[in-house]
T-cell receptor, first 115, second 111 residues
Framework: DAGVIQSPRHEVTEMGQEVTLRCKPI?????LFWYRQTMMRGLELLIYFNNNVPIDDSGMPEDRFSAKMPNASFSTLKIQPSEPRDSAVYFC?????????????FGPGTRLTVL | SQQGEEDPQALSIQEGENATMNCSYKTSINNLQWYRQNSGRGLVHLILIRSNEREKHSGRLRVTLDTSKKSSSLLITASRAADTASYFCATSLGSNYKLTFGKGTLLTVNP
């Protein structure tokens, strides 16, 4: 199994541009999580899905952030418009049942830099 | 807000020594997990301990949980240079399947 796949691995963009991060979870996992990691705030849960349906998006910082999961094998996190304070590493993780009782498997992350 | 808080923030030891990291949390939990993150990589699950368990072992790892003190410890015995990484505790509050991570302990094992 290839594990959780994220693309791109690195993204550098200018303030105001739209950014789309992509994630392919492990096949058969029905939970998908998006996290953001910064030195100041640590690892924060942004949103998670169960069977492609968003369950909790209370961690999404503001309306500029949106996430979709059109099918069981693909999810996107979009930032529009991007701002310098969005610079962070964004992780996608998947789990076969739920993070509360089972392991979460993390992707390698996307390092986003907004200039 | 952070549910788990690791202590110390950074730890530097020599190869072969034991490393102990602690995690404190604020509310009742369903289970607690420890993860490792190598520089520039994603997190990797190490071990899970449920709220009704007090101690768990996996290879060179030993985790304890004291629910009365709302704390957990991770012990790595006979450390190796390859154990150099950040270690995070993550708590689950129940059936909502959310994990809340602490800010981690950066462990450096010097050869």
């Amino acid at each position: 199994d290839a594990g959780v796949i994220q693309s791109p691995r690195h993204e550098v963009t200018e303030m105001g541009q739209e950014v789309t991060l992509r994630c392919k979870p492990i096949s058969g996992h029905d939970y998908l999580f998006w996290y953001r990691q910064t030195m100041m705030r640590g690892l924060e849960l942004l949103i998670y899905f169960n069977n492609n349906v968003p369950i909790d998006d209370s961690g999404m910082p503001e309306d500029r952030f949106s996430a979709k999961m059109p099918n069981a094998s693909f999810s996107t996190l979009k930032i529009q418009p991007s701002e310098p304070r969005d610079s962070a590493v964004y992780f996608c993780a998947s789990s076969p049942t739920g993070g509360g009782t089972d392991t979460q498997y993390f992707g390698p992350g996307t390092r986003l830099t907004v200039l | 807000s952070q549910q788990g808080e690791e202590d110390p923030q950074a730890l530097s030891i020599q190869e072969g020594e034991n490393a102990t990291m602690n995690c404190s949390y604020k509310t009742s939990i369903n289970n607690l997990q420890w993860y490792r993150q190598n520089s520039g990589r994603g997190l990797v699950h190490l071990i899970l301990i449920r709220s009704n368990e007090r101690e768990k072992h996996s290879g060179r790892l030993r985790v304890t949980l004291d629910t009365s003190k709302k704390s957990s410890s991770l012990l790595i015995t006979a450390s190796r240079a390859a154990d150099t990484a950040s270690y995070f505790c993550a708590t689950s509050l129940g059936s909502n399947y959310k994990l809340t991570f602490g800010k981690g302990t950066l462990l450096t094992v010097n050869p």
